[in-house]
């Protein structure tokens, strides 16, 4: 057991053929420059980046990962590239990520996270070649009751806005998968992933309040906030990514011992308020304005809403390394250092090596 979760167990991934769905996306390209730093052949499938998004053309540039732009939605064009890639461990986090663009398209955010996800399952079945499957979804698939503890990973799924719903299905669906499918391959390991509020540099998506926040500071704007009191668990981004790659890892070896849902949240000091976030962010950038206005129209959007990370504390030793105010001083640190002309993929490296650093020495 103890060969599995060390912090140089990760280096396992040297060589291996690994496949990346939405590796144009925030959290998809801190995933895709890890493995390619512990030496992975990555391979990655996404629609074309934002182009507001810096970090993953320099990830291309340097020859980091293959690329195939390809929609979720195009089981043909998925298949092909689950052909020319024959991964063995495969990340899947394509989707519509944005609670509040799902009330505005909500057919294509049911299209995307749950069929563009069974299009995924479909060519994992399918091809012989994976034997490691990390299918990550969002703490928003759970039936959010507004309880004041966090949710484990066998509550009740559900959703009142058409992302969570969407999230929720996608849950379903690999359930249904693995219990039909994977379970009849035993080399073939799955499980599905929950992690909380992710922050980090290069997330340029609208509609995220440290998006927003970072905006604002570069452009010397106040920082509007809608719904101030909300409370979120707050984690930077290489924590949850340090837990996907565990996970891989750990799926290969035992692949039904790990097989399953698993949470990747912070603990419960990082839950903090909308407020209190941007308060933080506009300190270690050096002053800000802070404003609150709720928009009368707004949709609904949760208050209330943390995980329960016990078991993959108990069995991938897994925990989050970055505290609410380190999570959101490394944040800042990056907007603050690209803003200042420093490269992206320097400043990401940086954060990467001074995290396995610090991971190592826990």
């Known amino acids: ?55 993953f053309p320099t990830l291309v540039a340097a020859g ?51 069929l563009g996800s069974v299009n995924i399952l479909e060519a994992v079945r399918k091809c012989e070649s994976v034997r490691s499957l990390v299918y990550i979804t969002s703490d928003k698939c759970y039936l959010n009751k507004e309880w004041p503890w966090g949710y484990r990973e066998n509550d009740e799924l559900g959703g009142r806005d058409p992302y969570s719903a969407s999230k929720a299905c ?3 669906a690999i359930r249904a998968y693995d219990d039909s499918f994977f379970t009849r391959r035993a080399q073939l390991g799955a499980a599905s992933t929950r992690a909380g509020n992710v922050i980090g540099g290069g997330d340029r998506n609208k ?3 440290m998006v927003d926040t970072i905006t604002a500071l570069e452009s010397g704007q106040p920082i509007v906030l809608r719904n101030p009191q909300a409370t979120r668990p707050w984690q930077h981004v290489l924590d949850p990514v340090h837990g996907y790659l565990k996970l891989g890892l750990a799926l290969l070896a035992e692949p039904r011992r790990f097989a399953g849902a698993w949470n990747f949240g912070p603990d419960e000091r990082a839950i903090r308020t909308v407020d209190d976030l941007a308060h933080r962010a506009a300190e270690f950038w050096g002053g800000g304005e802070i404003i609150h206005m709720a928009a009368a129209d707004a949709p609904h959007e949760s208050t209330l809403l943390h995980l329960s990370s016990a078991k993959a504390n108990r069995l991938l030793r897994w925990q989050a ?3 609410f105010d380190r999570a959101v001083a490394e944040t800042v640190a990056w907007y603050r250092a690209v803003h200042d002309g420093v490269a992206p993929l320097a400043i990401s490296r940086r954060q990467i090596s001074n995290y396995i650093s610090e991971i190592a020495a826990a």
């Open 207 to 209: 509609d995220r309040i």
């Open 64 to 114: 980091l990962v293959r690329h195939t732009d390809c929609d979720v939605r195009d089981a043909e064009a998925v298949h092909k590239a689950f052909a020319e890639a024959q991964p063995e461990i495969v990340f899947h986090l394509a989707a519509q990520s944005l609670v509040r663009r799902s009330y505005d398209e909500p057919q294509l955010t049911f299209a995307t996270n749950l």
């Open 321 to 323: 390394q970055w505290d």
């Open 1 to 55: 057991m103890e060969d599995l979760v060390t912090p140089a167990r990760l280096k396992s991934y040297a060589g291996r053929r690994v496949l990346v769905t939405g590796d144009t996306g925030f959290i998809g390209s801190w995933l895709t420059l890890w493995l390619a730093e512990l030496g992975a052949n990555v391979h990655g499938l996404a629609l074309p980046p934002l182009k507001e998004n810096v970090l």
């Open 170 to 172: 996608a849950e379903l």
